[in-house]
């Protein structure tokens, strides 16, 4: 059974810094993905981020391009979402999502950025955690 578990949410002021973190389990191989995404209250749940977690192909909305950076521990089954220079609308529960990928060469290149487009490509969810960017 697939499990996602996130933590490092909280307060912070415009400007500040998170870091959040996904420990996922139950994966019988690395060929997996990892997606980080977020609901505003009254918004759809929307794609930030999303990585290969064998090969570290990495992707980012437009709007945290720059702003933000996704990691994975090779050493684990942990990705990290460093958020830096937060803005009042990064505010919302973000959730990790994680889905098994296919292992043929160079196909995260092209699975990765499609796959973060739309939460029906993720089929394990984390419980979410809250991000409030406030002063």
């Known amino acids: 059974q697939l499990q996602l578990v996130e933590s490092g949410g909280g307060l912070v002021q415009p400007g500040g810094s998170l870091r959040l973190s996904c420990v996922a389990s139950?994966?019988?191989?690395?060929?997996?993905?990892i997606g980080w995404f977020r609901q505003a209250p009254g918004k759809e749940r929307e794609g930030v981020s999303c990585?290969?977690?064998?090969?570290?192909?990495?992707y980012y909305a437009d709007t945290v391009k720059g702003r933000f950076t996704l990691s994975r521990d090779n050493a684990g089954n942990t990705v990290y979402l460093q958020m830096n220079t937060l803005k009042p609308e990064d505010t919302g529960v973000y959730y990790c999502?994680?889905?098994?990928?296919?292992?043929?060469?160079?196909?995260?290149?092209?699975?990765?950025?499609?796959?973060?487009?739309?939460?029906?490509?993720?089929?394990?969810w984390g419980q979410g955690t809250q991000v409030t960017v406030s002063s």
């Open positions: 999502a994680g889905e098994f990928l296919s292992a043929d060469p160079g196909w995260s290149r092209q699975a990765i950025p499609a796959m973060c487009q739309m939460t029906a490509n993720f089929g394990s």
């Open positions: 990585i290969s977690r064998s090969d570290g192909v990495t």
């Open positions: 139950g994966f019988t191989s690395d060929s997996y993905a």
